[in-house]
């Protein structure tokens, strides 16, 4: 396949050719790569089997991992819900259009291939203003989980869409810079009480401010079915990752020599500490405030990955309910470079 099309929205007119554009491919069958505010997805027509099947083909996904389904409203939600209970109406209220996708039992028109075989489906409003749009178009719900190829770094602008996967597909548009930057927060409400099941930008505190209390949530191998982002080899950079502490270069420079990781040939990401550079191959500093943070995140390593770093070392990130996902996200990077 050609290098895909990348159609750019930042005028009225081209705003409205890229949905138009978009949403002819999608109801043909076809997957695109849409901007959303957390990353950008790879969406398909959510009720055809063969357009999510293309997801999985494209992305080299596991047939295992659940794909999120985004609506644009209450109205098409319930429709793709077999039960919409009162606390997904509570959270909706709440917190969309936004960073959070509601596990809901399944309407018996989303297909098996979407949920992994499961009976439930997680559902979102995203916030942009263009995934909106396609939605509205094509007046259909959109199967989308992160652009780019399975277990690797989600992207969180177009140009990372067509690094990984813009010999695959026929469409990229381009959105702009993701405005969250990492994937959402997922709530399975099936449960009582609801569980998080992959924490998200929308803090446990913000969710039990609403309902009242929450369940415990594991990562087990029930709740991957529910949800994606819960495979241990996620989100990882090309360059190996690494995860430590130092008050100074020489405790810095020390831990490397530890790690068996080459100096010259590692970039720095810190937020606190800031090493001078001396030996190293960059450094880069990612504002220490975690929503900041968390926009920077995915562009930052994905930086580091074409300046050709073979090791990326981030500074481990403070505790505390603001910085669960980005530790998260962080781990699970550690663990698939490894």
Known sequence: MAQAEILPTHTPALFERAVKRAAEWLAAGEVVAL??????????????????????????????????????????????????????????????????????????????????????????WPSHPLMQAVIR?????????????????????????????GDRIRLIVDGGQAQVGIESTVVDVTTDPPEVL??????????????????????????????????????????????????????????????????????VIAHTRIPSGSGLAGVSVIPHDAEAYARALYAELHRCDSAGAAAIVIEAVPEGPGWHAIADRLNRAAAGSN
């Not at 989980?145 to 992207?155: D, E, F, K, V």
């Not at 992959?198 to 709740?223: D, F, K, Q, S, Y």
């Not at 949800?227 to 810095?252: C, F, M, T």
């Open 198 to 267: 992959r924490p998200g930008m929308i803090h446990e505190p913000a969710l039990v401010a609403v309902l009242g209390r929450l369940g415990a949530g594991t990562a087990t191998e029930a709740a991957a079915l529910r949800s994606p982002g819960l495979l241990l080899k996620h989100y990882a950079p090309q360059a190996r990752l690494v995860i430590l502490s130092w008050s100074n270069d020489q405790e810095l420079h020390q831990a490397l020599a530890r790690a068996r990781i080459a100096a010259s040939r590692t970039h």
């Open 35 to 124: 901007p959303t505010e957390t990353v950008y997805g790879l969406a398909a027509n959510a009720l055809n089997p063969r357009a999510v099947q293309r997801i999985y083909e494209v992305k080299g996904r596991p047939a295992h991992n659940p794909i999120i389904v985004h609506v644009d409203g209450l109205d098409r939600a319930r429709d793709c819900a077999g039960d919409w209970p009162a606390v997904a109406q509570q959270l909706a209220r709440a917190f969309w259009p936004g960073p959070l996708t509601l596990v809901v039992p399944r309407a018996s028109k989303i297909p098996d291939i979407v949920t992994a075989g499961g009976a439930t489906v997680g559902l979102r």
């Open 137 to 165: 178009a094509c007046g259909f719900p959109l199967a989308a989980p992160s652009a780019n190829l399975s277990s690797q770094l989600s992207p969180t602008n177009a140009d990372h869409v067509r690094r990984q996967l």
